[in-house]
T-cell receptor, first 114, second 119 residues
Framework: AQSVTQLDSQVPVFEEAPVELRCNYS??????LFWYVQYPNQGLQLLLK??????LVKGINGFEAEFNKSQTSFHLRKPSVHISDTAEYFC????????????FGQGTRLTINP | GAVVSQHPSRVICKSGTSVKIECRSL??????MFWYRQFPKKSLMLMAT?????????EQGVEKDKFLINHASLTLSTLTVTSAHPEDSSFYIC???????????????FGPGTRLTVL
């Protein structure tokens, strides 16, 4: 079975500052990794995903994440945040074999202050 | 590409009535669709997984007779909340997984969600 831990439930950051949202996972098999963003009263939007290849993945809205297999981490980063980045961010994993379900972390609330 | 729609976006109903929520994959065929429930300030809770043309697989603790799921085609799945009660009030989100892993990389795409309020 897989599990995902998002270490911070809330992250307040000033506008234009860098941010890192942490995600660690546990799995006995190889996995695919995802970051989703949820704006208030909306569904989830895919930010980026790691399936294979380069461990540094670039996504939409200037976000990127790095897959670190030895540390079983997939932290999300952005060098300079905007007010519009205020949202809930979810990390998720799925085994790379078989039609199994996504396992989500608890979510991190990113709040950008002016 | 990979757009998923849900209808309605918001619904208010009286206790005891049934409500149907539609989920459509607009520009791809979804062999598998998922239904989630999200409580305020919480993560997503998977309710059930449905494959086109077959019965849905429900997660433990989810009443299949209360939450009826139909996946009649490769682009449409419906969730019907039967005899709704106030405790069923929640944000329901559907998700679809594309047929072609080469194109979609086994990725789930999510709909915008449906806010259900049962009075």
């Amino acid at each position: 079975a897989q599990s995902v831990t998002q270490l911070d439930s809330q992250v307040p950051v000033f506008e234009e500052a860098p941010v890192e949202l942490r995600c660690n996972y546990s799995s006995s098999v190889s996995v695919y990794l995802f970051w989703y963003v949820q704006y208030p009263n909306q569904g989830l939007q895919l930010l980026l995903k790691y399936l294979s290849g380069s461990t540094l993945v670039k996504g939409i809205n200037g976000f990127e994440a790095e897959f670190n297999k030895s540390q079983t981490s997939f932290h999300l980063r952005k060098p300079s945040v905007h007010i519009s980045d205020t949202a809930e961010y979810f990390c998720a994993v799925k085994p790379d074999q078989g039609a199994q379900k996504l396992v989500f972390g608890q979510g991190t609330r990113l709040t950008i202050n002016p | 590409g990979a757009v998923v729609s849900q209808h309605p976006s918001r619904v208010i109903c009286k206790s005891g009535t049934s409500v149907k929520i539609e989920c459509r994959s607009l520009d791809f065929q979804a062999t598998t669709m998922f239904w989630y429930r999200q409580f305020p300030k919480k993560s997503l809770m998977l309710m059930a997984t449905s494959n086109e043309g077959s019965k849905a697989t429900y997660e433990q603790g989810v009443e299949k007779d209360k939450f009826l799921i139909n996946h009649a085609s490769l682009t449409l799945s419906t969730l019907t909340v039967t005899s709704a009660h106030p405790e069923d009030s929640s944000f329901y989100i559907c998700s679809a997984r594309g047929f072609s892993t080469a194109t979609y990389g086994d990725t789930q795409y999510f709909g915008p969600g449906t806010r259900l309020t049962v009075l």
